[in-house]
C-alpha cells in the first residue's frame, strides 16, 4: 500500500474516532440535560401536590374563633414563647400553626362543613400519594386517618370512651380517658402529623 493511501486511511480513521467521539459526548450531554429536566419537573410536580395536601390540611383543621382568641390562655400546651414542642422530633412550632378546640368541644359550623373538608383532604392525599416518595405518602395517611377520626365529631369519642371503658371493667381496671381526653389527644395529634408531614416535605424537597 501506497504510503500516500495509508495517511489517508489513518486520516478517515482518524475522524471517524473523532466523529463517533463527539456524537457519544453528544448524546451523554442529551441525557444528562434530560435527566435533569425530569428531576425539575418531577421536583415541581411533588411541590405542587404537596403544597396542595398541607393547604386542605390546614384547611380541614377545627380551628374555632374562640380557640383562636384564647391561643395565650393555654398554658398546658403554650409556653411563656408561645411555642408548642412536636413530641416526636422535639422541634419547636409556632401555635398559630397547631390545631385548637373550643369550650371542649367541635365547632358546629365546621363540623357541617367536616364532609367536604374531609373529602377535599382526601383528593389531596391521591396526588401525594402518586407523587411519593414513600416516607411523605405514609405520613400524608396519617393526617388523613386522624381527619377521618376527628370528622366523627364528639359522638365518636364518646362511644371510643364508651367501649374503652366497657374493656377495662373485663380486665377489671379503671377507665382511662373520658371523651373530652380522646378528643383533644386527637386534636394534638392531628396537629402533630401535620407538622411530621412539613418535615418530610422539606426534606423530600431539598429544602
Known amino acids: 500500500m501506497e504510503p500516500s493511501m495509508i495517511t489517508a486511511s489513518g486520516a478517515v480513521i482518524a475522524a471517524c474516532i473523532a466523529f463517533a467521539s463527539a456524537v457519544a459526548v453528544a448524546r451523554a450531554g442529551q441525557r444528562a440535560q434530560a435527566k435533569e429536566k425530569r428531576t425539575e419537573w418531577l421536583h415541581d410536580r411533588r411541590k405542587d401536590a404537596y403544597l396542595h395536601f398541607m393547604k386542605a390540611a390546614r384547611a380541614f383543621a377545627p380551628l374555632t374563633q374562640e380557640a383562636f382568641r384564647n391561643q395565650h390562655r393555654d398554658s398546658a400546651l403554650i409556653n411563656s414563647q408561645n411555642i408548642v414542642k412536636n413530641t416526636r422530633t422535639g422541634e419547636q412550632i409556632p401555635f398559630e400553626s397547631v390545631v385548637m378546640l373550643a369550650g371542649g368541644n367541635l365547632d358546629n359550623t365546621w363540623m357541617q362543613r367536616a364532609p367536604e373538608l ?90
Open 118 to 207: 374531609l373529602h377535599a383532604l382526601a383528593v389531596a392525599f391521591d396526588a401525594v400519594d402518586l407523587e411519593g416518595p414513600e416516607k411523605v405518602r405514609d405520613v400524608a395517611w396519617r393526617v388523613v386517618e386522624s381527619a377521618h377520626q376527628l370528622s366523627e365529631g364528639y359522638k365518636g369519642f364518646e362511644l371510643l370512651a364508651r367501649d374503652m371503658e366497657m374493656e377495662a371493667k373485663v380486665e377489671g381496671k379503671e377507665p382511662t380517658s373520658t371523651a373530652d381526653e380522646l378528643m383533644w389527644a386527637e386534636v394534638y395529634r392531628y396537629s402533630v402529623q401535620c407538622a411530621d408531614f412539613r418535615l418530610e416535605v422539606k426534606v423530600a424537597l431539598k429544602l
